[in-house]
């Protein structure tokens, strides 16, 4: 299903990078930084990290790891979008923020900890990234739409 807005299922982070992101209640997103907070934030295009949970949820049907939450380095766990066919450029409304899409997918590094868990990781297929234009906050059950 591709909508014209989802619901935040989880917003993660992690204060360290090469780490999985874990869960927060909310967080704050700072303009031509991204996430406070966040190791991967910074002055760069890849400020928030995006990903489906109908994406986790297909992958879980085929690995025996539990895949929770914030295990393939997202922040923004969401449902209702289907991310990975929204154009670069496309401007989302995440919580009170104002982000726009700049890159989807990524080039996964071979050694990552969930590729060693589970054999695959679906974030360089269907993750998506965005830059943080407007600031504002963000939890989970807050929407996201296109704007």
Known sequence: MCGKE?????ICISERKGEQKHPVEAVQLVPDHGILGDAHAGKWHRQV????????????????????????????????????????????????????????????HADCAIRRQAGDCVMPREGVFAAVLEGGTARAGDRIMIE
């Open 49 to 108: 990290s995006l990903l489906a949970k109908e994406s986790v949820d297909r992958m879980q049907e085929h690995v025996s790891v539990k895949l929770f939450p914030g295990v393939f380095a997202e922040n923004i766990l969401c449902e209702g979008i289907e991310l990975k066919a929204l154009a670069v450029g496309t401007r989302l409304r995440i919580g009170s923020a104002l982000c726009e899409v700049t890159q989807i997918g990524k080039e996964c």
């Open 6 to 10: 989802a619901l935040i299922h989880a």
